[in-house]
């Protein structure tokens, strides 16, 4: 999630910069950590790519997940999030479908560290067999911290939310603390790199601790366009074993 200042590519949107000064090409992926940086006023952005995901016989590929980004103000953007069609395939049995999209905002607090509120709220449209029966809202905070020229810090912390299904078709919403950490390298103009630790918690959802780690790299092709890399392992047994995205993120022009 490229960047100027030293950190043009930054794919964890870490530089520390006034949110209306930014007009480079900063996105949300390939990492799970949120930027804490808005698009510029009127600019509409594309993210996206191809996710795979496997845990012990279970196998999930999601594509094309996709998030587009428009900003309002030089402070406040809105966003539409979508995992696309998904696939899961455990053993011999394999479901598909379209997955809930989500609907949300973000909003620049401050720059020094720089900080931004994350709001999101599923919808309850795509198909039963991937979706879920009910809205499922999420919050988070993203800060971001420039340590050297060439080397940030950035973090989110947060809450989300989940259908649980019980009997007579009633169901009831259960929320999970999450939580990222990531350092993002500037190895050029062009190329950078990131390692991160994330996870989630149990809240009112008694479901155990999942912690995971992942890595990658950008490349910015072009002031408006980027490839991205990234794959993982989970750290315990409650996590996926192993997943990897790859995809690509482009602002179109004002």
């Given at each position: 999630m490229p960047k100027?200042?030293?950190?043009?590519?930054?794919?964890?949107?870490?530089?520390?910069?006034?949110?209306?000064?930014n007009d480079e090409l900063v996105t949300d992926r390939p990492d799970q950590t949120e930027s804490a940086v808005v698009v510029p006023r009127r600019?509409?952005?594309?993210?996206?790519?191809?996710?795979?995901?496997?845990d012990d016989d279970v196998e999930i590929?999601?594509?094309p997940g996709t998030l587009v980004r428009y900003g309002l103000s030089h402070r406040f953007e809105l966003r539409l999030a979508w995992p696309g069609w998904v696939q899961v395939e455990d053993g011999s049995e394999s479901t598909d479908g379209l997955a809930d999209p989500e609907v949300g905002m973000k909003l620049a607090l401050a720059s020094r560290p720089e900080l931004a509120l994350l709001a999101h709220v599923s919808l309850p449209v795509?198909?039963?067999?991937?979706?879920?029966?009910?809205?499922?809202p999420s919050m988070r905070l993203s800060a971001a911290h420039e340590l050297t020229e060439r080397l940030g810090f950035g973090w989110n912390a947060g809450i989300e939310t989940g259908?649980?299904?019980l009997d007579e078709g009633r169901t009831r919403l259960l929320a999970r603390w999450v939580y990222t950490a990531a350092m993002g390298f500037d190895l050029s103009d062009t190329w950078g790199a990131f390692l991160e630790v994330f996870g989630d918690l149990p809240a009112s959802d008694p479901s155990p601790a999942a912690h995971s780690m992942d890595g990658g790299i950008t490349w910015l092709l072009s002031p408006r366009l980027q490839l991205d890399l990234a794959a993982g392992i989970g750290l315990n047994a409650d996590a996926a074993d192993r997943f990897a995205t790859a995809g690509l993120s482009i602002r179109l022009p004002r």
């Open positions: 100027s200042c030293g950190c043009r590519w930054f794919p964890i949107l870490l530089c520390v910069l006034p949110a209306s000064a600019s509409l952005q594309v993210e996206t790519g191809i996710t795979l995901e496997r590929l999601a594509v795509g198909d039963e067999e991937v979706g879920a029966p009910d809205p499922a259908s649980q299904q």
